[in-house]
């Protein structure tokens, strides 16, 4: 019912029958679907289901096997690839760290294009995400989990990206901490309209945060629309997965 | 040496032979089936080398060189299969250092231009240059597998191919040479070099093999650096797809 709300507004990414398949396993099937510009998506669904498999196909390190992606009307199979990363940021899972400071790590996307990345600037981002400025010099390994969460939003955040993937990003976070980053991405997503995609298992997050959902399951999309197909959904598989997260 | 003599030399075969067998080691048949090639194999190369010096022809020289390539080809290959086109990579990169280091010394006037000289440096570089293939193949393809996610980190960032595979490449050129430069540290002092002891041996002159041994060691040097950035540069590229994206690697045997 409500699945036409998201197709009212300019979609920022969309999809088109979108399948990938990896050594004879389809791991995305005939997936069909888009990011409305200027919103937050979230996207739910049981683990396995093909939601990071998605953030990969948008930010290019896989390209799909059948189907085709737009970015803004234009294939992103026909956009340079850096120039695509840089456009589609994202955060990964597993919060992945490059050995050394929290400001190397910082500095990085700015490395890539060989320019550097002021102190003020890297200990702005570090306030934003909630981290104490004194952080800039620690060693990454001195990092907990949900610090690592922080450090590699600020990173994603250094290229400017107009369309952000957060890819569980809150999953080490104490309840404060998230709610600092929900505002962040908030605030990032109202002050520089920047189209926002968010991998949760938090169905409170999801509809606390989110502007509309994708529901994924066993590599398909079995809904997306407003968030509210959360709160009372019909569809029984949806229905089931709710029940289950709820508890 | 008489073949009396060469023939008593097999006591030092029989030594381990009879350890292993004490000891239940397992050894025996390894080491039987090792000396046997030993014999064989060098016995042949003696009387190739031998026909070859003697016909003093160049093609012969370039056939000999052409083997030795092949050999170390097929040797080095195995530690490379998750990289495509090894062999060819291999071959290109054998092909100009045995070039390069020829041209030098053939061109300045260091070593005459004679079967006797460019055979068996041939060798030396060319067989230098397999074992760094293999440590560099070895620790390139564990270093990619271990810095995987850090890789593709750097990829999702808007880095290039050549940014992201950087650190894990630089790594293993450096992992790769370190034998070579430690080994000349303490070379003189350990132990004496196998060609120069054999040159001793033979009658040479002390100071003339320490020259031709210093000349060799900084052949060497030449050798192991170009192979292995060389051959870093060829391979990194494969790992890649033409939209920046890292192809999944295969792992050998
Ligand atoms: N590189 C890969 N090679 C082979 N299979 C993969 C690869 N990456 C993911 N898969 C498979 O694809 C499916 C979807 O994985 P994906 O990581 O997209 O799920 P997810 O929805 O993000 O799960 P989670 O909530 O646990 O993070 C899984 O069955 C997974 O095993
Ligand atoms: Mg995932």
Redesign the pocket.
Known sequence: MQQANVLTGKAAIELNHVSYS??G?D?IKDVSGSLPEGKITT?V????????????LLNGLISPTKGDIQLFGENIQTIEPTTLRRTVGIAL?DATMLRGSVYKNLAMPKTLQNQELKKEEAEHLLTQVGLDASFLHRDVTDLSGGQRQKVSIARTLVNHPKVLLL??ITSSLDRVSTSDIEHLIQHINKEFAVTIAW?T?NLDQALLIGDYTWV?MN?ELIESGSTDVLKNPVNPRIQEFVKGEWQ | MSFLSLSLSLIFVLIPLALSKTLNLGLEKDTFVATIRSIIQLLAVGYILTFVFESGSYLFIILMVALMIGAATHNAQKKGVSIRGIIWKLVLTFLFIEVLTQAILLGFQITPPTAQYIIPISGMVVGNSMVLSILFLNRFTSEIQSRQKETELLLSLGGTPKQAIHLPLIQSIKASLIPTIESQKTIGLVQLPGMMSGQIIAGADPIQAVQFQLLILFLLLTTAAVTSIMLGFLSYPTLFNERMQML?IKTGE
């Open positions: 990896d050594e396993l791991i996207f669904g049981p683990s396995g289901a093909g939601k990071t498999t998605i953030f990969r899972q890819d569980e991998i298992h994924m590599g | 999944k």
